[in-house]
């Protein structure tokens, strides 16, 4: 079992910065790949970003590449979303979550989820 919790959401102003922060429980989280989605009012979740076990390799929606960094602290087991010149429309909850595999990372076929966390962008 991997239990996650997200942290570091809040209101922020247009072009401002957030890094939102997901501590795993448990001493298996080098074994998943970690990834971020988020769902924006009256619309479906989406894929955000995803970071493999290593953190060699990671993958961006295009919606957010060049703005977004995901980055993991395998000691800390936590995974980091840094969101850098935030726009009205990044305006969700966001969630992260924990697979075994990278494969099909867009889809929402993981097997950990947290709660969410709230991001409001204001222009």
């Known amino acids: 079992q991997v239990q996650l919790v997200e942290s570091g959401g809040g209101l922020v102003q247009a072009g401002g910065s957030l890094r939102l922060s997901c501590a795993a429980s448990g001493r298996t989280f080098s074994s998943y790949a970690m990834g971020w989605f988020r769902q924006a009012p009256g619309k479906e979740r989406e894929f955000v970003a995803i970071?493999?076990?290593?953190?060699?390799?990671?993958y961006y929606a295009d919606s957010v590449k060049g703005r977004f960094t995901i980055s993991r602290d395998n000691a800390k087991n936590t995974v980091y979303l840094q969101m850098n010149s935030l726009k009205p429309e990044d305006t969700a909850v966001y969630y992260c979550a924990a697979k075994l595999s990278m494969r099909n990372y867009e889809e929402q076929r993981y097997d950990y989820w947290g709660q969410g966390t709230r991001v409001t962008v204001s222009s």
């Open positions: 970071i493999s076990r290593s953190s060699a390799n990671t």
